[in-house]
């Protein structure tokens, strides 16, 4: 079955800071990778969306990479604001799963952005 | 605007009632998606419905019951046999293996 693992589980930048979020599945027949934001008792926002064909996608200050051979994908966030304070989730689409397209998620990395 | 719409956005219920979780969407997709979202745990699948008048079980299924009587409707019910019903339930739909948009979600919290 997927397993689908984020790291770190939590963490904490001062304003103005690139980084990494980490994101690893260990079955590398997907369809694509997906991240998504939440923010505290809301539903998921899409991200970026990564088809299992391509390498990476940008949007704005965010830049999300897909190795699957490796089975791990990296989500970079360009200059932290305190508005990306948010939990981020890294899900696959598994090719390999007897549910349909349905998504398996990580369990999340806590963002915290310092004033 | 398109979207999904879940109601209610809270819920109480009391041991051994029934209770019905709705979700609309009017983006014309063709699946939809049940997850449960428990404190430090990922998104869970509860069910799902790839077409209309199908679903099937996802990971978690025991205690839970849903229909697809219509397109942009999926409505799930948590039964009384669902021994630990409290969580956030998300629902959620794509077209084929795209963007899967969420709507903001139920938090049912049993008394």
């Known amino acids: 079955k997927q397993e689908v693992t984020q790291i770190p589980a939590a963490l904490s930048v001062p304003e103005g800071e690139n980084l990494v979020l980490n994101c690893s599945f260990t079955d590398s027949a997907i369809y694509n990778l997906q991240w998504f934001r939440q923010d505290p008792g809301k539903g998921l926002t899409s991200l970026l969306l990564?088809?299992?064909?391509?390498r990476e996608q940008t949007s704005g200050r965010l830049n999300a990479s897909l190795d699957k051979s490796s089975g791990r994908s990296t989500l970079y966030i360009a200059a932290s604001q305190p508005g990306d304070s948010a939990t981020y989730l890294c899900a696959v689409s598994d090719m390999n799963s007897n549910s349909g397209y349905a998504l398996n998620f990580g369990k999340g990395t806590s963002l915290l952005v310092t004033p | 605007d398109g979207g999904i719409t879940q109601s209610p956005k809270y819920l109480f219920r009391k041991e051994g009632q029934n209770v019905t979780l709705s979700c609309e969407q009017n983006?014309?997709?063709?699946?939809m998606y049940w997850y449960r979202q428990d404190p430090g745990q990922g998104l869970r699948l509860i069910y799902y419905s790839q077409i209309v008048n199908d679903f099937q079980k996802g990971d978690i299924a025991e205690g839970y019951s849903v229909s697809r009587e219509k397109k942009e409707s999926f409505p799930l019910t948590v039964t009384s046999a669902q021994k630990n019903p409290t969580a956030f339930y998300l629902c959620?739909?794509?077209?084929?293996?795209?963007?899967?948009?969420f709507g903001a979600g139920s938090r049912l919290t049993v008394l």
């Open positions: 990564i088809q299992s064909s391509q």
């Open positions: 983006l014309n997709h063709d699946a």
């Open positions: 959620a739909s794509s077209n084929g293996a795209n963007v899967l948009t």
